[in-house]
């Protein structure tokens, strides 16, 4: 089911996204780890699905707010699609747990570290909740520059328009000795920097 879910969206990214991706090589061979994209439209966590093979892709999970996935439909397709339904404003201990839980079972998981989708493409602050978990569970993080999606689906609109898409995977920020803030700046940093690379 996941697969059949995943496949449409993966096949329309590489058709009208011509969906481009660079730095597999900087993933590390089996999780547990995260992912951390910046944040431009609804259409990044499939982006980020698709960019990765499926054997992957299978074993990463998404936190997804529950204004979108706290329904009793919309529960039951995030169940199927690796989506871990949070409240990051008022259960942020629960989203912690819950993202533990997942990554202590050797999953990968995906976090955007913004907090909520940029209004304009640019990129947000990121929220110190990413560092706490990967320097408690002593797991790295990957940064992860996402291009393209803003152009195919700006928030307010429902229906993507054609837009050429970019994936960029960075090398390992790793927690180990450092600070929570020092952790997300320096997470921050390397985004940044990918996005600004021609």
């Known amino acids: 089911w996941r697969y059949m879910l995943v496949f449409p969206f993966k096949l329309y990214l590489k058709v009208f996204g011509r969906l481009s991706v660079s ?3 900087n993933l590390p061979a ?7 994209p910046n944040h431009l439209s609804l259409a990044d966590a499939p982006t980020v699905a698709a960019g990765v093979p499926w054997a992957l892709a299978s074993q990463t999970f998404f936190l997804g707010t529950t204004d979108y996935f706290g329904g009793p439909v919309t ?18 201990h629960s989203a912690m747990q819950m993202s533990a839980f997942v990554l202590r079972q050797g999953k990968v998981l995906c976090v955007f570290p913004e907090g909520g989708r940029s209004r304009d493409g640019r990129i947000k602050e990121f929220k110190k909740g990413v560092g706490i978990i990967a320097r408690e569970l002593n797991i790295p993080l990957i940064p992860v520059a996402i291009r393209g999606t803003y152009e195919m689906l700006p928030p307010g ?13 960075g090398k390992p920020v790793y927690p180990e000795g450092k600070e929570y803030d020092e952790i997300v700046k320096e997470l921050y940093r390397e985004v940044v920097k990918m996005l600004e690379r021609p």
Do not use: Q, W
């Open 75 to 92: 529960s039951r397709i995030a169940n199927l699609i690796n989506v871990i339904p949070v409240d990051m404003e008022s259960r942020l």
């Open 157 to 169: 609109k429902r229906l993507p328009r054609p837009a050429k898409i970019g994936v960029s995977f």
């Open 30 to 36: 089996k999780g547990p780890y995260i992912i951390a």
């Open 23 to 25: 730095g597999m090589e």
